[in-house]
């Protein structure tokens, strides 16, 4: 059984930073895509961004392009999402999930239905942001 595990959220003021982290057990981590997701009350949920943990290419939305850092260690089957200069649109659960690697890719990352591309999911860690 796939298990991520988020943590890391909690309270920011704008322009500080917080790091997330999503620890992943019952899969192949090696040939994973991990991604980030967000979804505010009322909304969407979106992608934030993704890592192809074979090779380490990386993708991201653009309004967390410049701000937001995804990095994977791979001893510890973990995947990081380092945000800094946070904003308070940037206030959101966040979500990590995993798939098969290809998932991370330009014509998934960016289609609106990326979420579905994905079939573990963590539980979700809140990120609250004040201005």
């Known amino acids: 059984e796939v298990q991520l595990v988020e943590s890391g959220g909690g309270l920011a003021q704008a322009g500080e930073s917080l790091i997330l982290s999503c620890a992943a057990s019952?899969?192949?981590?090696?040939?994973?895509?991990i991604g980030w997701f967000r979804q505010a009350p009322g909304t969407e949920r979106e992608a934030v961004s993704c890592i192809r943990v074979p090779n380490g290419i990386t993708y991201y939305a653009d309004s967390v392009k410049g701000r937001f850092t995804i990095s994977s260690d791979n001893a510890k089957d973990t995947v990081y999402l380092h945000m800094n200069d946070l904003r308070p649109g940037d206030s959101a659960r966040y979500y990590c999930a995993a798939d098969r690697s290809f998932v991370c890719g330009g014509g998934y990352f960016d289609s609106p239905r990326a979420p579905l591309y994905y079939s573990s999911w963590g539980q979700g860690t809140p990120v609250t942001v004040s201005s």
């Open positions: 019952g899969l192949t981590f090696a040939d994973s895509a």
